[in-house]
């Protein structure tokens, strides 16, 4: 009998540990007229699922990694049980084709008149032998490919009707439901589909280039000797790379073992010397992060000796910079990092964001991801480097951060500002310059301040720019903007508000009438961008706020364009700095807050500013660019 009670999840894992979870086919996705078509399956359907028998399966262990590894926690403890049977005997039989396929290309090679030396790639070999294992390598990636789009645990898209591929984020998740594509198709997951990604890949590199690669240790190597450096590191411990490589080397190895045995010499990944904060690794997060300190301070130790000395040292990282206070920080990963970097010796000159992620991506969809990597522009710290106190440094921030700070969201000619979801880690880049040029900083009782209190000084220097309190903004625009952090665009009592707008130098009713709030039986609400009226003029309104200012140019700018939008602001060129200003205030202010729809409004606001910028000019309204407020 069913009842409407819920299965506690506790029982749902025991009974998989027991072996007892099973799977059952629910539908046929098929191609039909007019796009695609879902049909029940039938029993003879179903049967295929289990008639397959794979030759052999991946029997080795799932390592345990409870953050990003969860299948282990439902019984599903080997890489085998990731597949079904089907899926394992085409994979497997897959692998087996590679090294058969190495002999034809061998015997094909040596036909054409290359060199047969029978040396291999392992062995810097150049003829038939090192060309027939480059090209088996290369169809090993396909298997992998298949592998990520041929698992228990491929999801499926139901927006796109399409499957989703095992790694839409850096992890192995249960599902409970699963997409299988059918590998001798012309779909999405099919071999001649990732055969044919592969090859568009090796295509547009060219031939005209000669690289190498090698592998070494980092705080050990010497490959960098005078060389101009880029490196991208690990970040902390927010990617499990060796334990998540497992799932592709299961499969490498069955087919590339004998033409790499040193590579493939062990049944997994090797994980020990792996520079990752894992606490699950290491027993403890004290040590994890003792750990990841020391490999990453030897590693950069290297970089800063050994780099060419006429060219900085860029470092990219992609970890979020969450706000940093007085009690704790959620960004240990990030501190950690930047200790490493300094006590190397490296002065930070600057830090840039850089577009490197895909928009659209699973773990950026509905957040306030971080949309770029941070390049962190590094360079040997001058001998002759002093030692300040700490109210010195504040004395340096204040100076010079109100001005790296306009350069930042003032953007120059040709180039955007910086969008509001990078700014906090952009703006991290002048303070530090001002932290890394000194030997150390003392604080008052004498001792080294650390990177985590630079932090908090830096963002408090950060927040003190963009609040509208240290501007000119009306008192209107202060009023919504602390009724906005503590109620969002939810009512609150007219006593409160009343209150507030008396201490900003307001009323309710000059508020109201301004046209930002909703006021009436005892509640006060602010208006969203989407009520704002749609015939606003700002040249007739007698009482225009900065707040209905940019409200009203993110109404436009989302209803009507960018070449609209420019033509409001022609109209009032004077709010034009104070727009921009508030638009990136109330985006960290969201964002701190969690609140992703809100944030993304003010977000698309600045980084459509350029164009808007420039579609006032030709709107040929009052005003110049540098009476808009802007310095390109």
């Given at each position: 009998?069913?009842?409407?009670?819920?299965?506690?999840?506790?029982?749902?894992?025991?009974?998989?540990?027991?072996?007892?979870?099973?799977?059952?086919?629910?539908?046929?996705?098929?191609?039909?007229?007019?796009?695609?078509?879902?049909?029940?399956?039938?029993?003879?359907?179903?049967?295929?699922?289990?008639?397959?028998?794979?030759?052999?399966?991946?029997?080795?262990?799932?390592?345990?990694?409870?953050?990003?590894?969860?299948?282990?926690?439902?019984?599903?403890?080997?890489?085998?049980?990731?597949?079904?049977?089907?899926?394992?005997?085409?994979?497997?039989?897959?692998?087996?084709?590679?090294?058969?396929?190495?002999?034809?290309?061998?015997?094909?090679?040596?036909?054409?008149?290359?060199?047969?030396?029978?040396?291999?790639?392992?062995?810097?070999?150049?003829?038939?032998?090192?060309?027939?294992?480059?090209?088996?390598?290369?169809?090993?990636?396909?298997?992998?490919?298949?592998?990520?789009?041929?698992?228990?645990?491929?999801?499926?898209?139901?927006?796109?009707?399409?499957?989703?591929?095992?790694?839409?984020?850096?992890?192995?998740?249960?599902?409970?439901?699963?997409?299988?594509?059918?590998?001798?198709?012309?779909?999405?997951?099919?071999?001649?589909?990732?055969?044919?990604?592969?090859?568009?890949?090796?295509?547009?590199?060219?031939?005209?280039?000669?690289?190498?690669?090698?592998?070494?240790?980092?705080?050990?190597?010497?490959?960098?000797?005078?060389?101009?450096?880029?490196?991208?590191?690990?970040?902390?411990?927010?990617?499990?790379?060796?334990?998540?490589?497992?799932?592709?080397?299961?499969?490498?190895?069955?087919?590339?073992?004998?033409?790499?045995?040193?590579?493939?010499?062990?049944?997994?990944?090797?994980?020990?010397?792996?520079?990752?904060?894992?606490?699950?690794?290491?027993?403890?997060?004290?040590?994890?992060?003792?750990?990841?300190?020391?490999?990453?301070?030897?590693?950069?130790?290297?970089?800063?000796?050994?780099?060419?000395?006429?060219?900085?040292?860029?470092?990219?990282?992609?970890?979020?910079?969450?706000?940093?206070?007085?009690?704790?920080?959620?960004?240990?990963?990030?501190?950690?990092?930047?200790?490493?970097?300094?006590?190397?010796?490296?002065?930070?000159?600057?830090?840039?964001?850089?577009?490197?992620?895909?928009?659209?991506?699973?773990?950026?969809?509905?957040?306030?991801?971080?949309?770029?990597?941070?390049?962190?522009?590094?360079?040997?710290?001058?001998?002759?480097?002093?030692?300040?106190?700490?109210?010195?440094?504040?004395?340096?921030?204040?100076?010079?951060?109100?001005?790296?700070?306009?350069?930042?969201?003032?953007?120059?000619?040709?180039?955007?500002?910086?969008?509001?979801?990078?700014?906090?880690?952009?703006?991290?880049?002048?303070?530090?310059?001002?932290?890394?040029?000194?030997?150390?900083?003392?604080?008052?009782?004498?001792?080294?301040?650390?990177?985590?209190?630079?932090?908090?000084?830096?963002?408090?220097?950060?927040?003190?720019?963009?609040?509208?309190d240290s501007g000119s903004f009306d008192s209107d625009t202060l009023f919504c903007d602390d009724w906005f952090s503590q109620y969002g665009w939810s009512a609150g009592s007219f006593g409160e508000a009343d209150t507030l707008a008396r201490a900003k130098g307001t009323s309710v009713d000059g508020v109201r009438d301004a046209g930002v709030i909703e006021s009436g039986a005892g509640k006060v609400r602010l208006l969203k961008w989407s009520e704002y009226p749609k015939n606003w003029d700002p040249k007739t309104d007698d009482r225009t706020p900065v707040w209905e200012a940019c409200h009203q140019m993110i109404r436009v700018l989302n209803q009507q364009?960018?070449?609209?939008?420019?033509?409001?602001?022609?109209?009032?060129?004077?709010?034009?700095?104070?727009?921009?200003?508030?638009?990136?205030?109330?985006?960290?202010?969201?964002?701190?807050?969690?609140?992703?729809?809100?944030?993304?409004?003010?977000?698309?606001?600045?980084?459509?500013?350029?164009?808007?910028?420039?579609?006032?000019?030709?709107?040929?309204?009052?005003?110049?660019?540098?009476?808009?407020?802007?310095?390109?």
């Amino acid at each position: 009998m069913l009842s409407e009670a819920s299965i506690p999840v506790k029982l749902i894992r025991e009974e998989g540990k027991k072996g007892k979870l099973k799977e059952r086919l629910m539908a046929i996705v098929a191609e039909g007229k007019n796009g695609r078509v879902f049909l029940s399956p039938t029993k003879e359907m179903e049967k295929c699922l289990v008639l397959a028998e794979p030759a052999w399966k991946p029997n080795t262990a799932i390592n345990h990694n409870p953050r990003d590894i969860r299948t282990q926690l439902y019984g599903l403890m080997e890489y085998a049980d990731l597949f079904n049977k089907r899926q394992q005997t085409a994979l497997a039989t897959l692998s087996d084709l590679i090294p058969e396929m190495k002999m034809r290309i061998l015997h094909d090679a040596i036909k054409a008149g290359m060199d047969d030396d029978g040396i291999g790639l392992a062995d810097g070999g150049v003829g038939a032998q090192a060309y027939a294992e480059s090209i088996s390598t290369y169809l090993s990636f396909v298997i992998g490919q298949v592998a990520n789009h041929s698992s228990t645990i491929c999801g499926w898209n139901s927006a796109n009707t399409q499957m989703r591929s095992v790694f839409a984020r850096q992890a192995l998740p249960m599902t409970w439901d699963y997409a299988e594509s059918n590998i001798f198709s012309s779909s999405s997951g099919s071999f001649n589909n990732l055969f044919e990604r592969l090859v568009k890949g090796f295509t547009a590199l060219g031939n005209g280039c000669v690289g190498s690669a090698e592998q070494a240790d980092a705080s050990t190597q010497s490959i960098s000797k005078l060389k101009v450096i880029s490196s991208d590191p690990p970040y902390y411990d927010n990617i499990g790379y060796a334990d998540l490589s497992d799932f592709f080397y299961v499969w490498m190895r069955r087919a590339l073992k004998d033409s790499f045995p040193s590579l493939f010499s062990t049944m997994a990944v090797p994980k020990s010397e792996e520079l990752v904060a894992a606490p699950y690794r290491h027993g403890s997060k004290d040590i994890a992060d003792s750990f990841f300190l020391e490999g990453m301070s030897k590693a950069i130790n290297v970089m800063a000796q050994d780099g060419h000395p006429a060219f900085p040292v860029t470092i990219y990282y992609a970890f979020k910079q969450s706000d940093t206070r007085e009690d704790k920080t959620a960004s240990t990963g990030w501190e950690t990092f930047l200790d490493a970097v300094i006590n190397a010796g490296f002065c930070i000159d600057g830090t840039w964001p850089v577009r490197t992620e895909k928009e659209g991506r699973a773990v950026g969809i509905g957040a306030n991801a971080l949309a770029s990597s941070v390049v962190l522009v590094c360079k040997r710290r001058a001998s002759s480097s002093t030692t300040i106190t700490r109210r010195q440094f504040q004395r340096e921030l204040r100076e010079k951060m109100p001005d790296a700070l306009e350069a930042m969201i003032g953007g120059n000619v040709g180039v955007s500002p910086i969008a509001p979801v990078d700014l906090a880690q952009a703006a991290i880049g002048p303070g530090m310059a001002i932290y890394s040029r000194y030997e150390s900083i003392l604080e008052a009782d004498g001792s080294n301040m650390s990177v985590h209190d630079a932090l908090i000084l830096i963002n408090r220097a950060i927040t003190e720019y963009l609040n509208p309190d240290s501007g000119s903004f009306d008192s209107d625009t202060l009023f919504c903007d602390d009724w906005f952090s503590q109620y969002g665009w939810s009512a609150g009592s007219f006593g409160e508000a009343d209150t507030l707008a008396r201490a900003k130098g307001t009323s309710v009713d000059g508020v109201r009438d301004a046209g930002v709030i909703e006021s009436g039986a005892g509640k006060v609400r602010l208006l969203k961008w989407s009520e704002y009226p749609k015939n606003w003029d700002p040249k007739t309104d007698d009482r225009t706020p900065v707040w209905e200012a940019c409200h009203q140019m993110i109404r436009v700018l989302n209803q009507q364009g960018e070449a609209d939008a420019g033509a409001l602001l022609a109209r009032m060129p004077e709010q034009g700095e104070h727009i921009r200003q508030l638009a990136y205030h109330l985006y960290t202010l969201c964002e701190r807050k969690k609140w992703a729809e809100e944030a993304r409004a003010y977000n698309e606001l600045i980084g459509s500013w350029h164009a808007i910028v420039a579609a006032s000019q030709e709107a040929g309204e009052r005003g110049s660019q540098s009476e808009l407020g802007f310095d390109f």
